[in-house]
């Protein structure tokens, strides 16, 4: 039985066996780089030939090679005036720690939630990246029932003021060379939250790891505690560190929302203003709360918090999501 009839270059007749057929194909597959098909015996299979060429790969996993990487999200948090709401030192005790160092049993229940909202429901781990020693940091922590967040007594992640400096004075290493790896996230910074009250360090992650979302805290003007406690005024709480605002702007990318502002931000950032005493301007949403350098003065128009100038201030959003 003939299998194939084709004509030669002169016009002649060319008879070309099943055995021929098989022996052409296989020098045509090799010349391409693929496998040859398998020989059958008997008749021929077009189908299973056709079949046998596709990619290996695409016919293991069905084409899971275009699936987009699942990327490990971690959130890093500053101590002093961010999750603290001030300098947190060895001058606070364990009874007043709450109040001063934490402003208020109802800002720490703030904080509780926030915390617990990332890890049980979003399964994000989290870290402490400050300047300050793990001696003060763990225990404030402790007191104000918030350590279990940050790991365990044999096992914690807070990264303190000797990583700092081994790393170069960069928070920015510390993340990427530490932290990172700890929890298997992306170098490039990717599925990262870090917030600081420190533009500085803000700055530094944002240029090392640029696939990293970022929330300055603002700052506010201590100087109203420094009175009240020189009038006999114990009883005023630390205004700074994260507020409403930025719990709000943590869950938001912890959902993968976006960024949180609006009148409702706004208007959250004048009341804390309102506070301190502080000149803060309205920013139309921005989370920098306006907070003068100075009393009086050439400095009372500049900020405190971003260094603009408050007429440039509304412009200027260093408090969002980046």
């Known amino acids: 039985m003939l299998d194939a009839v084709e004509r030669g270059a ?19 597959v090799a010349e391409r780089g693929a496998e040859p098909p398998a020989r059958r015996g008997g008749g021929g299979d077009t189908g ?51 109040p001063r ?39 404030a922590l402790q007191t104000a029932g918030l350590f279990g967040f940050f790991g365990s007594a044999a096992d914690d992640n807070i990264f303190d003021r000797e990583q700092w400096a081994a790393c170069g004075g960069l928070k920015s290493r510390v993340i990427a060379e ?18 600081d009250d420190d533009p500085g360090h803000v700055r530094d992650v944002r240029d090392n790891l640029p696939m990293a979302t970022t929330i300055l805290v603002p700052r506010v003007d201590r100087m109203h505690l420094h009175l009240a406690a020189a ?12 507020l409403r605002l930025q719990v709000d702007q943590v869950l938001a990318w912890a959902s993968g929302l976006p960024r949180v502002r609006g009148a409702a931000a706004a208007a959250t950032q004048s009341a804390a203003g ?14 920098c709360a306006f907070v003068p350098k100075t009393p009086t003065g050439p400095l009372s128009r500049r900020c405190a918090t971003c260094g603009r100038h408050s007429s440039e201030h509304g412009a200027f959003d260093p408090g969002s999501m980046v």
Request: aromatic share 4%; hydrophobic share 40%; charged share 20%.
């Open 10 to 28: 002169d016009g002649a007749v060319i008879v070309l066996s099943q055995s021929q057929l098989s022996i052409e194909a296989e020098t045509i």
């Open 48 to 98: 299973h030939a056709a079949a046998s060429l596709a990619p290996a790969d695409d016919a293991k996993d069905g084409g899971s090679s275009s699936r987009a990487p699942v990327v490990r999200r971690i959130a890093v948090f500053d101590f002093d005036q961010t999750l603290a709401a001030d300098e947190v030192t060895n001058w606070i005790d364990r009874a007043s720690m709450v």
């Open 101 to 139: 160092g934490f402003g208020g049993a109802e800002r720490v229940a703030m904080l509780r939630e926030c915390l617990q909202q990332l890890t049980s429901e979003h399964l994000v781990p989290l870290a402490i990246c400050s300047v300050n020693s793990k001696d003060i940091i763990k225990p």
């Open 178 to 195: 530490l932290i990172l790896p700890r929890f298997g996230g992306a170098s490039t910074g990717e599925g990262l939250l870090f917030v």
């Open 231 to 242: 009038s006999g005024g114990c009883s005023a709480l630390p205004a700074g560190g994260m």
């Open 274 to 287: 309102s506070a301190t005493g502080g000149d803060h301007a309205s920013t139309s949403g921005d989370a």
